[in-house]
Every structure is written in structure tokens, then in C-alpha cells.
């Protein structure tokens, strides 16, 4: 018997792509299932200016192979010393959908992120008038915070004060991992949503940390306790317009993995799709799949939702999804759930 579902072509609301040969590895395994994604700008350097995100978004279409329709959806790395002229100049033109926070020193690539919150005040106000959302990666960096309580400190300690000292401005949580986190947004009015990673839906602290440490299961936030799995899936498959997918899918090659000082990152892209029809089956919840993934996306970035559709298959075998994928620096593992999976991208 095999049962199946079709939901409009789904998008990505933040993934990392990288650039040359890690770009050309990574690009397909997204544009298969996915219309468009929230490009992430944590290249080295980072992507801080318009004339940058052009001429990136120039280099991810010309990556992408013959035949396949995606759309990147450019984002802006903002700094101290950003441009408020040249971030509205950048969203008028239609380039750029969102720009990105990243408190310095909190992940991969983001040490030219923001430090005194004040030098960004002007950005933040601009983006306010002109309704451009701001993505935030919502941990503090601060040493003496422990690293499992760095999204909810964030919450209290940056972001709602941001967002009270500058109304209108419309915010997206990134990749949020804590109860704390859905708790505040449900508390909040629709300038706020948030993203929600498909690895967060699926793994604890400790699949990563107990009976050896595994680190393909290491990303950043990292993944919390038990509780705060299930309060996403509750957020997740609720259907709430202010829960949508952002798969967070960040490429590193196994070497730069398997460390003594291992990246931080899971990736995703290739079997996100079946992954997470099996969360939202589990959840008896497969009718909010299309909201996850397809619909609250784009309504909350005021864009059409996606004009094709993708259709997923549950079969009695389980789907075989490649244990890597290969790219010119080396391979990359895909994201292994750790148990079987019978969804299929039909
Ligand atoms: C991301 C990366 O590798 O660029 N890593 C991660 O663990 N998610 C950066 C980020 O989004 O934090
Ligand atoms: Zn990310």
C-alpha cells in the first residue's frame, strides 16, 4: 500500500549554499524539491553590500544546472558599519528579502557580525519604514552564558529590546530550538516568525552527546533537551502562520567535521522533504505539512506562494537516501534521522 501527498512546491526560508565548488555540490540537492530559498550570507567574507548579493545570486544561477528553476532570495550581512542607503537601494530594486544578524563570534563565519547593537540602530530604523525583515541568529556569545541557554538569554537580553525600541520592525527567528523560543513568538504580534530546522524537529542533546559523540549531529543553535524537541514539533505541525521551514541544511566537508575542532552544521537539503512528512505523520499533523513548508513562508515575506507543487510518496520499503554527496573539496554527509524512513520525493 503506499499513500501520498502533494503540497505546493515548498521553499526554504534559510539555507546555506556557499560558494564555488561547495555551491555546485549543494545547489541541485536543493533546487530538486525546493522554489526558492533565504540565501545565507556567512560567506568568507560575508556578503554585506547590494553589489555583493548581486553578483552572488549571479554566481548561484550560474551554478545551477540546466533545466532546474530556483530562485535565490538574497539576504544582506549586517554589519557596524552597513549602509542604511544602500540596504533600502538593495530591497527596492527586489534583490534582497531580508537582512542577517549575527551577534559576533556566535557561529561559522560570523565574526563580523554586531557587536554594539547601538552602530545599528539606523539600519534597523530603515528596514522598519520600508517593511524588510531582519533574520536573526538568536544566541548571545557571551562566555559566561551556557551554551544551552544562549537562545533564551538572546530572547530576553537582544532581541526583545530590539524589537520594542524599534516598532514595525518585522523579525524572523532563526532555526529556533527552545520552548522559550515558540513561547515568545506565540506571545508576539505577526511582525514575528520564526524557522524551524527539520534536524531540530528530529534530534536532542543527546543523540549528539550520549554513547559517543556524533559529530555529524553538531550544528549551531545546538539542540537542546528533550522538551524543547517536542515543543517544536508542537510549533511545527500546528499550523500557525508564524512557524514556517527554514532547514538551516550547512555544508562542511567530513574533514572539516571529524575534528578535534569540528564545524558546526547538519546538512539537510537532500532528504528534508521525506523527513519531514514522516515528523508530520508521526504528529498525525500531514495536512500542515503545506503551511510548514509551502504556505507561511511566503505569506509571511509577502511573496506568492509557489505556482507548482511537490508530491511525496509513503512506500512499504524504506527510501535508501545517500549516505553523502560528493563535491570537488570533498564529501559531505547527508543527515541521518537514525531510523527508517518510507517517504520518497515521488
Ligand atoms: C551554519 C554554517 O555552517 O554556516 N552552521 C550551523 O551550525 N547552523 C551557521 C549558522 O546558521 O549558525
Ligand atoms: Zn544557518
Same mark, same amino acid.
Given at each position: 500500500?503506499?499513500?501520498?501527498?502533494?503540497?505546493?512546491?515548498?521553499?526554504?526560508?534559510?539555507?546555506?549554499?556557499?560558494?564555488? #565548488?561547495?555551491?555546485?555540490?549543494?545547489?541541485?540537492? /536543493?533546487?530538486?524539491?525546493?522554489?526558492?530559498?533565504?540565501?545565507?550570507?556567512?560567506?568568507?567574507?560575508?556578503?554585506?553590500?547590494?553589489?555583493?548579493?548581486?553578483? *552572488?545570486?549571479?554566481?548561484?544561477?550560474?551554478?545551477?544546472?540546466? +533545466?532546474?528553476?530556483?530562485?535565490?532570495?538574497?539576504?544582506?550581512?549586517? $554589519?557596524?558599519?552597513?549602509?542604511?542607503?544602500? =540596504?533600502?537601494?538593495?530591497?527596492?530594486?527586489?534583490?534582497? &528579502?531580508?537582512? &542577517?544578524?549575527?551577534?559576533? +563570534?556566535?557561529?561559522? %563565519?560570523? #565574526?563580523?557580525?554586531?557587536?554594539?547593537?547601538?552602530?545599528?540602530?539606523?539600519?534597523?530604523?530603515?528596514?522598519?519604514?520600508?517593511?524588510?525583515?531582519?533574520? /536573526?541568529?538568536?544566541?548571545?556569545?557571551?562566555?559566561?552564558?551556557?551554551?544551552?541557554?544562549?537562545?533564551? =538569554?538572546?530572547?530576553?537580553?537582544?532581541?526583545?529590546?530590539?524589537?520594542?525600541?524599534?516598532?514595525?520592525?518585522?523579525?524572523?527567528?532563526?532555526?529556533?530550538?527552545?520552548?522559550?523560543?515558540?513561547?515568545? =513568538?506565540?506571545?508576539?504580534?505577526?511582525?514575528?516568525?520564526?524557522?524551524?530546522?527539520?534536524?531540530?524537529?528530529?534530534?536532542?542533546?543527546?543523540?549528539?552527546?550520549?554513547?559517543?559523540?556524533?559529530?555529524? *549531529? *553538531?550544528?549551531?543553535?545546538?539542540?537542546?533537551?528533550?522538551?524543547?524537541?517536542?515543543?517544536?514539533?508542537?510549533?511545527?505541525?500546528?499550523?500557525?502562520?508564524?512557524?514556517?521551514?527554514?532547514?538551516?541544511?550547512?555544508?562542511?566537508?567530513?574533514?572539516? &567535521?571529524?575534528?578535534?575542532?569540528?564545524?558546526?552544521?547538519?546538512?539537510?537539503? /537532500?532528504? $528534508?522533504?521525506?523527513?519531514?512528512?514522516?515528523?508530520?505523520?508521526?504528529? +498525525?499533523?500531514?495536512? !500542515?505539512?503545506?503551511?510548514?513548508?509551502?504556505? %507561511?513562508?511566503? !505569506?509571511?515575506?509577502?511573496?506568492?506562494? %509557489?505556482?507548482?507543487?511537490?508530491?511525496?510518496?509513503? %512506500?512499504?520499503?524504506? $527510501?535508501?537516501?545517500?549516505?553523502?554527496?560528493?563535491?570537488?573539496?570533498?564529501?559531505?554527509?547527508?543527515?541521518?534521522?537514525?531510523?527508517?524512513?518510507?517517504?520518497?520525493? #515521488?
Amino acid at each position: 500500500m503506499s499513500t501520498s501527498i502533494t503540497i505546493p512546491r515548498p521553499d526554504d526560508w534559510h539555507l546555506h549554499l556557499r560558494d564555488g #565548488a561547495m555551491l555546485a555540490a549543494v545547489l541541485p540537492e /536543493t533546487a530538486r524539491d525546493f522554489g526558492r530559498a533565504i540565501i545565507m550570507p556567512n560567506l568568507v567574507p560575508p556578503v554585506v553590500t547590494g553589489a555583493q548579493a548581486g553578483a *552572488y545570486r549571479d554566481r548561484i544561477l550560474a551554478a545551477l544546472p540546466e +533545466g532546474m528553476a530556483f530562485e535565490p532570495l538574497m539576504t544582506l550581512y549586517l $554589519t557596524e558599519d552597513t549602509d542604511p542607503t544602500d =540596504v533600502a537601494a538593495a530591497h527596492a530594486s527586489g534583490l534582497v &528579502k531580508a537582512v &542577517k544578524l549575527y551577534p559576533a +563570534g556566535a557561529t561559522t %563565519n560570523s #565574526a563580523s557580525g554586531v557587536t554594539n547593537f547601538d552602530k545599528v540602530r539606523p539600519v534597523l530604523e530603515t528596514m522598519a519604514e520600508i517593511g524588510l525583515p531582519l533574520c /536573526t541568529h538568536g544566541e548571545v556569545t557571551d562566555n559566561h552564558i551556557d551554551i544551552f541557554d544562549r537562545e533564551a =538569554v538572546f530572547i530576553d537580553r537582544v532581541l526583545d529590546p530590539i524589537r520594542r525600541s524599534t516598532p514595525g520592525l518585522r523579525v524572523v527567528m532563526e532555526h529556533i530550538t527552545t520552548a522559550n523560543a515558540a513561547d515568545y =513568538v506565540r506571545s508576539q504580534d505577526s511582525d514575528l516568525g520564526a524557522t524551524i530546522t527539520t534536524h531540530h524537529l528530529i534530534i536532542n542533546r543527546n543523540h549528539i552527546l550520549a554513547g559517543g559523540i556524533k559529530p555529524h *549531529y *553538531y550544528c549551531l543553535p545546538v539542540a537542546k533537551r528533550e522538551e524543547h524537541r517536542l515543543a517544536l514539533r508542537a510549533a511545527a505541525t500546528s499550523g500557525d502562520a508564524r512557524f514556517f521551514l527554514g532547514t538551516d541544511s550547512a555544508p562542511h566537508t567530513d574533514e572539516n &567535521k571529524l575534528q578535534a575542532c569540528g564545524c558546526a552544521g547538519c546538512f539537510t537539503a /537532500t532528504n $528534508t522533504m521525506p523527513l519531514l512528512a514522516h515528523v508530520f505523520e508521526e504528529e +498525525g499533523k500531514l495536512d !500542515n505539512l503545506a503551511k510548514f513548508a509551502s504556505e %507561511n513562508g511566503p !505569506n509571511f515575506y509577502r511573496l506568492p506562494v %509557489n505556482a507548482g507543487s511537490l508530491t511525496l510518496v509513503k %512506500n512499504e520499503a524504506a $527510501t535508501a537516501f545517500p549516505s553523502h554527496i560528493t563535491s570537488e573539496d570533498g564529501p559531505v554527509t547527508v543527515f541521518d534521522p537514525g531510523f527508517p524512513v518510507h517517504w520518497k520525493v #515521488a
